[in-house]
Nanobody
């Protein structure tokens, strides 16, 4: 059974940091590119960051470039999203995805 389980979300003040994790199981994680998306209330789902199977190539949405970093550990079947300099507009449910599989999401709220 394929599972993607996100964790690490929460409430943080503007300017703060969070690190999201997505633990994968049930498929060959190291063979798949992985991505993070987010969806804020009333808005469409938005691409945040992507990483190729080896971790050698990454790309980012314009709104998070320079602030967020995606990485992966194939030995742990886990993809990460380090989020720095968080802004209120980063508030959303964050989802990881790969191989057409999606996690259930983790809420990130940036507020003072």
């Amino acid at each position: 059974q394929v599972q993607l389980v996100e964790s690490g979300g929460g409430l943080v003040q503007p300017g703060g940091s969070l690190r999201l994790s997505c633990a994968a199981s049930g498929f060959t994680f190291s063979g798949y590119d992985m991505s993070w998306f987010r969806q804020a209330p009333g808005k469409e789902r938005e691409f945040v960051a992507g990483i190729n199977w080896s971790g050698g190539n990454t790309n980012y949405g314009d709104s998070v470039k320079g602030r967020f970093t995606i990485s992966r550990d194939n030995a742990k079947s886990t993809v990460y999203l380090q989020m720095n300099s968080l802004k209120p507009e980063d508030t959303a449910v964050y989802y990881c995805t790969g191989g057409n599989f999606w996690g259930q999401g983790t809420q990130v709220t940036v507020s003072s």
